[in-house]
Structures are given as C-alpha cells and as structure tokens.
C-alpha cells in the first residue's frame, strides 16, 4: 500500500530541519518494509547509531547542528550548565507547542512580553534547538532498569552520580541569566530537573534499604511526577460524532489541556519541554514505593490534618454558621 513520513515546518529552521527529518525517517523507512513482527525498539536504537553515522558522511547536519545552536544562545559560547540540561530535554510537539504559544504561552513567558507579545524567530529559545530525541534520557532510563535487575555498587554509583549531577546544575544554570538575562524562561525547567533528581536520589536510599516512604510522602511524590508531565494529546483517541470535524473540536480539547496545567500555576515552559529522564525516575519511585509504606504513627495523624486544612477549616466554618442559624431560630421562637 505504501506510505509517507510528513514533517511541519512551524519549529523548524535550516539549522534543525535535518535533525527533525532523519535519521527518523531511516526508522520509518525500515519500519515500513519490515515484517509487522519486528518490534525491538532496543535493538532499532542501537543499529540507529551507525545509521547516524552514514548520514553524516553523506552530508547532513542531523547531529553537527546541535552545539553551535545551543551556544548561539549564550552569545556564540556554548555554556556547559546549559548543555547538561539542554542534553537530557526534548521538544515539544507540534500541539503542545501551539497549545502553550498560541493560546496563552505568550502571555506569560517574559521574552514574549517583552516583543510585544511577538512570536519570537524560531532557533532562538531553548526549546527550538534541542535534540528531537535524548540519549542521554534514553541511556539513564536503560541503566535504572540494569540496576533494578541486578543491583551491584558500581551501577547504583553511576545512577546517583548522575542525579547528583542534574541536582547540581540548577545552581549552575541560574548564574547564567545575569550574563543571558534571555535565558531566564528555562529556569522551571532546569529547577524541575533538580527536583526529579532529588526523587530519584530518594528512591535509591530506599532501595538500598533505607526507610521506607510514607504514604505521605508517596502521594506528594507521584503529584510532582504529575506535574512535569508535558500537555499531551492522542487525536487517534478523539470520538467525532457524525457531524462534527476534527478541528472543530480540538481547540476546546486543547484549551481543556492548558487550564488544567494553569491550575497548578507553573509556567507553560514545564510543561512543553520534556525532561528525558523522568521515565527512569518514575521506575526508580515506583520501585521505592513496592518496599512498603512507613507508620507515621501521630506525626501522621498530624500531616493529615495539616493536608486537609482547608477542607477542614470549610467544614468548622459550615458548621458554626449552621449553629448561629439554629440559635437564632429558637430565639425568634421564644419571643
């Protein structure tokens, strides 16, 4: 029957164009003619890197891009904070990136605000150059699951070194918004990296036989794992009625999407970059999480209080204004 990859042009450049065409193309290519049995991703990745490689000697620039348009962004140096954090962070896709700019994305990013609620030239922010896929999130998410298989000192070591080393870089990145004051929009970002860090770094206790989580603590960590989700969108699982069009309906769905993350009241930016090495924390988690929940004992009675403060506040002030009422019914009736 045949078949066709497309590409949109809305967040690209000549600089990135190669880079967003192949070597995806080369794996839809092969995905095409092979049978539909052949299914190891793994083993597609690892062939996918001499493929890399021909396409570079034929003249592409899918991979020699990537650092020259990184340093643009920091006056045609490239920083290493920013390359840390740039190497394990992907784009968004095209409907979170036209949810989050369009509808209200110019409004609260800072550079936006600044041109006038202007569109900036796209290859100028963070998210326009970045790789379409991390391998440094890949490899992470590969090693956690090495290490949860057979857990041995070497590979718990390079695991917590490299949270250590996202952890670290916040720190780094921030004393770059002095000299780049431009850059100051990927803060959220580089911030929720270190914060996904300190999960993992967490969960490693755990798994080497430190205490277990409370059930507080469990629920406050998948909420921050929640909240670094980017704003996704399956049209494949949209039902149409028989009247209606597809884009017809997806504005409201997607407008939907975005006052859901404005709830939470972080900037937008979180949400359309995507942090690479979130799949391996999550598994790290949900691993610490099946070694059981730690007792509280008062302390969490107190925490449920404490977490429920509005709800209960709500309910003493329902209840005092229910008695005041009471109160001055009987009184009318005495008199």
């Not at 065409?21 to 995905?31: G, K, Q, S, T």
């Not at 539909?36 to 991703?41: A, I, N």
């Not at 620039?61 to 390359?83: F, N």
């Amino acid at each position: 029957m045949g078949g066709e990859a497309c590409i949109w042009g809305e967040d690209i450049n000549s600089d990135t164009i190669d880079s967003r065409i192949w070597p995806r193309a080369a794996a839809i290519a092969e995905r095409l003619w092979s049978p539909r049995e052949v299914r190891d991703v793994d083993d597609m990745s690892r062939r996918l890197e001499s493929v890399r490689v021909d396409l570079t000697r034929l003249g592409l620039r899918h991979d020699r891009y990537y650092e020259p348009a990184l340093g643009r962004l920091t006056g045609g140096v490239l920083q290493e904070p920013l390359k840390t954090l740039a190497d394990v962070c992907e784009p968004p896709s095209l409907l979170g990136r036209w949810l989050s700019i369009q509808a209200l994305g110019a409004m609260l990013a800072p550079p936006l605000v600044r041109g006038f609620f202007r569109v900036p030239e796209i290859g100028t922010r963070f998210e326009d150059v970045l790789q379409p896929e991390s391998g440094t999130g890949a490899a992470f998410g590969k090693a956690v699951d090495v290490y949860l298989e057979s857990p041995d000192g070497e590979a718990r070591r390079s695991i917590e070194d490299q949270l250590r080393g996202w952890q670290k870089n916040h720190e780094r990145v921030v004393e770059l918004f002095d000299e780049f004051p431009g850059l100051e929009e990927i803060e959220p970002v580089s911030e929720g990296l270190a914060s996904l860090a300190g999960l993992g770094l967490a969960a490693l206790d755990v798994l080497d036989g430190g205490e277990p989580f409370s059930s507080r603590e469990k629920r406050l960590q998948l909420e921050l794992l929640a909240l670094h989700d980017p704003v996704e969108m399956d049209l494949s699982e949209i039902d149409l009625a028989e009247d209606e069009d597809l884009a017809d309906v997806v504005p409201a769905i997607m407008l939907g999407r975005l006052v859901e993350k404005l709830k939470t009241r972080e900037p937008l930016i979180k949400f359309r970059v995507k942090i690479a090495s979130q799949p391996g924390v999550e598994v790290l988690i949900l691993a610490a999480h099946a070694r059981g929940t730690r007792d509280e004992g008062a302390m969490g009675l107190l925490w449920f209080v404490y977490d429920r403060w509005a709800i209960l506040l709500s309910l003493l002030a329902a209840g005092a204004v229910t008695l005041l009422f009471v109160r001055r019914r009987r009184a009318k009736r005495k008199t």
